[in-house]
Structures are given as C-alpha cells and as structure tokens.
C-alpha cells in the first residue's frame, strides 16, 4: 500500500476508482488484492462499522413512510422528523455515499457503480443511434442522496414562467413567487458576487457554491459568450438569460448531496424518531380496496419480506422512475396495462403515461491550441489528489463537478415563446469523451466504441486540450412513456423516451449548435485557436461535415440525455385527464399517499432538475405539516 501511495508514478485511477470500484461492489479484475490491502490497513473495517445497516422490526408502525431516500426524499424525512412526537421511517433501495461520491471529478465514473440502478431506454428509433443497440442509458441514483449522489452537481432552479405556468393549469401555490421561498430555504449560497442578491440564501442546509477550479478554457468561453452578445447572468436570479460560471451544490469541493445536506446533520440527534433504512427495496404498497387508503409498504431487506405500517402516510419519493413503478405494482396505473401484466386494478390513473426529459447535442467538441487545461483524469497528479484528499484544498481538479465549467441560457430564431424564457441551453465542459479514456463516459451513456474509437480516442492520446459544447433543448415537443413488463417488483420499467420523434426538437437543437458554432469564432475563443474538431461521426460521414443535413444526423445519432425526466406522476387539479397527483401532491382517488419528487413535475422545466426535487420536498413538508397539526 505504502508503495503505491508515494510511488511517483502514483495516478488517480489507482488511488481513488479502484477503492470505488471496490466500495461500490462493482467487480472488477484483480480487486481481490486491493480488497486485501485496504482490510490491512483497516479502511474496509472502518467503513463497514460506520455505514452498518439499521435492521428492521418486521410490522412495525411509524407515522410517516417515506419510500427512496433521494433529493427529495432525505429532504421531507429531515423536515417531517423536526417535530420530535412524528416518527418516521425513510426507506432507501441503496447504501452509503463513500470517498467516490464526494469526490466532484469523479461524477461521471459513479454510473458503473452499484450507486445507479443502471437502466436502459427501449431501443429508439430516431434518436441514440450512436448507442449499442440503440438504447440510451438512463441512470439514477441507488444510495443515500439517490441521484443527487451521482449527478453533476449543476444548481439550476428553472425560469419563473415554468412555475407560473404550473399554477395557472389548475396547480395553486405552485407559481414563483409561492416556490421561490422553498428554493431559498433548502439553500445555503457561497456564490461571488451574489452576498446581497435576495434570490438567495446563506442559511438553508444544501450548500450552492462557485467551483473554485477554473480553466483558460471557460474564462475564453464566458468573455466569447459576451462577445457574441449574451449578458452575464446570475441564471437563478433575476433572468436566466445570458451566461454564467456553473453553481454547484458542492461544500468546500465535495459533493452536497441531498443526504449530506439534510440528513447526516441530523441522524445522530433524531435516532429516536427518524430511522434510516438502506438496502430496503419497497415492494408494494399496502393498501385498503375498500377505502383505497394507504396504510403501509411491503419490502425486502436481506432477501427477506418485510412490512411497515403508517399511521398517517405514505409518501413516495422513490424517482420519476420508481415511484410510478410502485404505483403501479400497487394497482394505480392506466388499466390496459394494468390488466396485461396480471395486476388488481385498484384505481385506474395515468400514471407513466407522460414521460418528458431534455435532449442534448454530445457537442460540437472544439479543439484549442492551449496545453494542460483539459483534465485527463489518469493525469491527475500525486500532489493533486493530496492536497485535495489530505489538505481540504477546494480548489483542485479533484473538484470540477465532472468538467463542467459554464453555462449559457440562449433564445432561437425559430421560438415562439416570450423573450425571457429561453429555449436552448450550452453547457461547457472541459473535454469530452476523451477525458476518462474511455473509461467512463462511454460507457454511462452507452456509446458505441466506434464513436470513441474514431472520434475522440486519438485526443487522448495526443492529450490534446479540448472542450465540449453540449446543447440541450428547454421545450421538447417529443413525449415518452413509461410502463410495466411484468409484475416483478425487482425488474426494470419499460421505459421510451421517444426522443427527437418531434422533427422540430432536431430544428431547435441545430439552431443551438449554429449558436455554440458562433460563440466559438469570437475573439476571446479564436484566441486560443478554438475550432471545430473536424472528426466526422459514425454513420454521417456521407454528409458535407458541419452542413445543416450533417447535424441533423450528428443529433440522432450522439444523444445524449443529461436525465432530466419528469412528468410520470403528473401533477394537476382531478379535471386534468393526464394528472396522477393533486397540487397537493396526494394521489388522486386515493387516500393518505403522495408523490413528492420529480415525477410530479408536470412540463419540462427550464432547467435541470434536481434544484426542483429540493423545493418539491421542502414543500411538501410544509403541506403534509399543515394537514396534521
Ligand atoms: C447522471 C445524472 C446527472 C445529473 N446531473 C444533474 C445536475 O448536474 N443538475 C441537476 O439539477 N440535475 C441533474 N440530474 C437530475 C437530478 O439529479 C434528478 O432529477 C434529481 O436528483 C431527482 O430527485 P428525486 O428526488 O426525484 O429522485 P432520486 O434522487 O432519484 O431519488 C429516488 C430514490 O429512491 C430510491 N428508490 C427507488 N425505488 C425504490 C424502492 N422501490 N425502494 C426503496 N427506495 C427506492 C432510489 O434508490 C433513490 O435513492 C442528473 C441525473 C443523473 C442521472
Ligand atoms: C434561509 O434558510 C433558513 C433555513 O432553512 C430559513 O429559516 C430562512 O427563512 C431562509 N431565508 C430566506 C430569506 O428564505
Ligand atoms: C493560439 O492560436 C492563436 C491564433 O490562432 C494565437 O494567437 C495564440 O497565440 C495561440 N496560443 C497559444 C497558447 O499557442
């Protein structure tokens, strides 16, 4: 061990993946040394006494069940368990964060952990062409913190007109000015510039903060977007418009995660009436046909059944993925489905009938004539990562939220909607596919190995300095579906996106790539000979590289999805035939059980969406409070 610490060919991919890999469960060659090594030295022993398991008491009886321990979930439970005489039971299908997960520039590798439920969209049609078998993946957080545990830490709330729209469908107290006071109070801001502004906190647990390690490359890319005429813009402020320096829910460099934020404060002070349980797979909910009322859940802890009753609710924060599927093994879902799968139809909803997520562009990747500034993560250095690990130093590479550096919030030509609701976002990431070798990346989003092998492998070899411009479309005319194969509650929803079926989504997406295409030939960037990395994708060669029709093919083809799905258990008023839950967030026709969590989003937002699922859950808390008190 000691050699391998202080050898200088020390490199990040031994000190920090392989213990991720292992920590994760995640078998991988050769581990079993490793696994060796680190129980010498007593890591493995530490991190099992610290992170040992509460043990359920099979039928016992709490107030509130909440089921998934994500952004929202952990959010809810650290507030509903504020009144010391509510007990309540947070249920969570995964483990416990570790070094991986707090370590920001390792955000990309956390998809090949146990951490991500790790699924698959059917095979599109047209779109993800550039997938193995056309299927885009689709990740989530399996964990304490959920998918606020493996995300990339990007802080975005959304433009005021999604949540006014909101309220004026029939969903009261959900407008801006209702749901600013809820973003504000989970926050707690460390951004420059911004002390003073009254669209943010410095008290709230969930810490936003300005990444501290910063590249030539995004200073380029910010004074060219300005330049090109967009404002600088403090995107969570006053108008979204313009172009910023990512806010991150980082603390100090590490990863904030929902449960980091909410729940570790408080677990040791609240063990008598909010009680944690990892590797709790919810099952089923129980409910009375009868009086269609919720009173508990049904899950498997150590491969065996287990029951929890709840005197007032049960509440499902388990994802726009899960909290649908668990509806529907409950027997609220459409009926058809319902019928073919050999479930009890308890109450007939449209639940998965929506599924809207935002399509991004992988690109255009530009190249620069600088040296040094792309991180290569196998590069990482020895004094890098110890500074980091060892000095607390917020500053390193070790804590850029996967590359991401910059945002830029942009109208088209082509949009009908208001001047200051934006349609296309550019999201500037240090790097591209390249930057992990492979290693990652690729194989989150499922990529063909052409696509690196032809497009970005020899970059890494010649490490040479380059970033990414992916585009990514606000208001998706395109619309998705979630439903059930099967009954089993351990198997995967069927899930398709259907993304880019809407040709206009493709005509919006273009329009951002043109817009990124100008940016990149402003005097800031031409300055550090920024251009198009001339690398034709595979499958469009046969088109003139960079024409319109060439695009077109590049966007079906390198989609991308940055996992924005919402929408699964749509909230809206009982008139609304495509609504699951009330603004209330109970579930229609139902009794003592809600949705709190990004499924109930009901349009694609603005924004990316886990800054949402934080206001969801401190909501939520404040209605289910005022319904009990
Ligand atoms: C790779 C990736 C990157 C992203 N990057 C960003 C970003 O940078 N910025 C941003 O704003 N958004 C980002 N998002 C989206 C954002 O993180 C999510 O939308 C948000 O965190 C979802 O919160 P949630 O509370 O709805 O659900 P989740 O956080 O997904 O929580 C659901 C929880 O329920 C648990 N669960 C599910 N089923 C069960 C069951 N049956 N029993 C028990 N527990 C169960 C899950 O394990 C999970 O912990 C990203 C998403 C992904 C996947
Ligand atoms: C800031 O957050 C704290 C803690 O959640 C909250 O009590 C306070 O009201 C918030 N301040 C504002 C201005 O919203
Ligand atoms: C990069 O190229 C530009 C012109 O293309 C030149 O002005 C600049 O000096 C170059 N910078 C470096 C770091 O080589």
């Given at each position: ?38 129980q ?6 530490l991190?099992?006494?610290?992170t ?10 709490y ?31 995964g ?8 370590t ?60 006014d ?14 749901v ?6 989970s926050?707690?801001a ?50 979204q ?21 909410y ?15 990892t590797?709790?797979q ?6 009375d046909?009868?009086?269609?009322s919720?009173y508990g859940v ?36 459409p ?11 308890v ?140 009954r ?19 005509e ?17 960037l ?15 060669e ?63 937002p ?7 699922a ?16």
């Amino acid at each position: 061990m000691q050699s391998i610490m202080w050898s200088p060919q020390f490199r990040l991919t031994c000190c920090l993946l392989m213990p991720l890999f292992l920590l994760s469960g995640v078998q991988t060659n050769g581990n079993q040394r490793l696994l060796d090594q680190l129980q010498q030295v007593g890591l493995v022993n530490l991190l099992e006494q610290a992170t040992r398991p509460n043990v359920p008491q099979d039928l016992a009886t709490y107030d509130f069940i909440v089921v998934g321990a994500g952004a929202a979930g952990c959010t809810l439970a650290a507030r509903l368990s504020e009144d010391p005489s509510w007990k309540v039971a947070l249920l969570e299908a995964g483990g416990v964060e570790n070094i991986a997960h707090l370590t920001p520039v390792l955000a990309g590798y956390l998809q090949q952990t146990a951490s991500n439920w790790g699924y698959h969209s059917v095979p599109q049609r047209l779109s993800c062409l550039g997938m193995n078998n056309q299927e885009c993946a689709l990740p989530r957080g399996k964990v304490l913190g959920g998918t606020s545990s493996i995300n990339y830490m990007i802080y975005n709330r959304g433009n005021r007109r999604d949540f006014d729209g909101w309220a004026s469908a029939g969903n009261p107290g959900w407008s801006y000015a209702e749901v600013l006071p809820y973003f504000l109070r989970s926050e707690s801001a460390q951004l420059q510039g911004l002390e003073q502004s009254p669209y943010h906190n410095h008290s709230g647990p969930l810490s936003v903060e300005d990444v501290r390690y910063r590249t030539q490359l995004v200073h380029a890319f910010v004074e060219a977007s300005v330049e090109a005429g967009l404002p600088r813009t403090d995107y969570n402020g006053e108008s979204q418009l313009g172009v910023s320096y990512v806010q991150a829910t980082t603390r100090n460099g590490r990863r904030h995660s929902a449960y980091s934020a909410y729940i570790q404060p408080v677990r040791d002070y609240r063990k008598s009436n909010l009680h944690i349980y990892t590797f709790s797979q919810v099952t089923r909910l129980l409910i009375d046909a009868e009086t269609k009322s919720a009173y508990g859940v049904e899950f498997r802890y150590n491969s065996r059944a287990y029951t929890f009753k709840a005197r007032k609710e049960v509440i499902l924060s388990a994802g726009a993925f899960n909290s649908p599927q668990l509806l529907m093994l409950s027997g609220i879902g459409p009926a058809d489905n319902l019928k073919a799968i050999g479930v009890p139809l308890v109450h007939a909803l449209p639940v998965g009938k929506r599924l809207y997520d935002h399509m991004c562009h992988f690109g255009p990747t530009f190249v620069t004539n600088t040296t040094g500034q792309t991180t290569f993560t196998s590069r990482v250095t020895a004094a890098e990562v110890l500074s980091y690990l060892l000095a607390g130093n917020p500053a390193t590479k070790l804590s850029s939220i996967g590359g991401v550096e910059a945002l830029a919030f942009l109208k088209t030509g082509r949009s009908t909607l208001p001047q200051d609701w934006p349609d296309i976002e550019l999201i500037m990431v240090l790097g591209s596919l390249a930057s992990d070798e492979g290693t990652a990346l690729k194989l989150g989003a499922n990529f063909k190995d052409e696509i690196y092998d032809r497009m970005y492998r020899q970059l890494a070899q010649a490490r040479q300095d380059h970033f990414t411009l992916l585009v990514m479309q606000f208001h998706p005319q395109s619309v998705g579906r979630l439903w059930l194969r099967d009954r089993n509650p351990l198997g995967w929803p069927k899930i398709d996106p259907k993304y880019c079926v809407a040709e206009e989504d493709v005509e919006y997406i273009l329009d951002g790539i043109k817009e990124a295409i100008r940016i990149s030939k402003m005097p800031a960037l031409q300055s550090i000979g920024a251009r198009l990395l001339e690398r034709p994708v595979p499958g469009c060669e046969s088109l003139a590289f960079a024409s319109d029709d060439y695009w077109r093919c590049s966007i079906r083809t390198l989609s991308y999805t940055l996992h924005h799905q919402v929408a699964t258990c749509r909230m809206g008023p009982a008139s609304d035939p495509t609504a699951v839950v009330s603004p209330q967030l109970r579930v229609h026709g139902m009794r003592r059980l809600r949705v709190v969590d990004t499924s109930i989003i009901p349009v694609p937002p603005t924004a990316h969406t886990n800054a949402a699922a934080f206001m969801i859950g401190e909501k939520a808390a404040d209605m289910i409070r005022s319904d009990w008190s």
